[in-house]
């Protein structure tokens, strides 16, 4: 029995009346927000090698790398789970509400600014991990609305509904 859908949009999964995306869509704005973040990582990899002292946090304390592991766990998982959501639900032309993306609109980003960059680095005894977990942050919240944008045509109320429920919206 068929339910309309060609065999190959059937395997992958794909909704109903939608098309499976393709990797611009899997990217997002991830391109962009890369190359925002890119000539801060290569000034600032390269002071931090130059000038190791003045990057240093000093070890990091014991109380400071048991809170960096554990948050730096944290930020790898929601990372871990937003990708493997991307590569499976977004993929097949759906759109993700659930896991971390129930959390915030954007957790992918936000796991690596916030969570993994920062506390990597510190666990690394460099500041320079915080640093560029603002920059990734700040180009985030540059280039999402055009994400948003895409998601709003490509979806409507869904999307207007999803981003009504996130619980911590601004992130």
């Known amino acids: 029995m068929s339910d309309g859908r060609s065999p190959t949009l059937r395997r992958r999964g794909a909704v109903a009346g939608r098309r499976p995306l393709g990797v611009r869509a899997l990217v997002g704005s991830g391109d962009r ?6 000539p801060f990582a290569i000034v600032g990899i390269g002071l ?14 014991p109380w400071l790398a048991v809170v960096s592991a554990v948050l730096l766990a944290v930020g790898l998982v ?13 993929r097949a032309g759906e759109l993700v509400t659930t896991g971390p ?3 915030v609109k954007h957790p992918l980003y936000t796991s690596v600014a916030l969570l993994v960059l920062p506390w990597l680095g510190l666990l690394l005894d460099t500041w320079l991990g915080v640093a560029l977990g603002a ?4 180009g985030s919240r540059l280039f999402s609305p055009v994400e948003e944008a895409d998601l709003a045509a490509r979806f409507g109320p869904e999307w207007d509904a999803y981003r009504r429920s996130v619980l911590i919206p601004w992130l």
Do not use: D, E, K, Q
């Not at 927000?33 to 890119?38: A, D, K, N, S, V």
């Not at 931090?48 to 304390?61: E, T």
């Open 33 to 38: 927000i890369m190359l925002f973040l890119l």
């Open 48 to 61: 931090n090698i130059a000038f190791p002292g003045v990057f240093r946090v000093g070890g990091p304390p």
């Open 78 to 90: 929601g990372w871990g789970w937003s990708v493997a959501l991307v590569l499976t639900r977004v």
């Open 101 to 103: 993306y129930a959390l």
């Open 135 to 138: 920059v990734l942050y700040v």
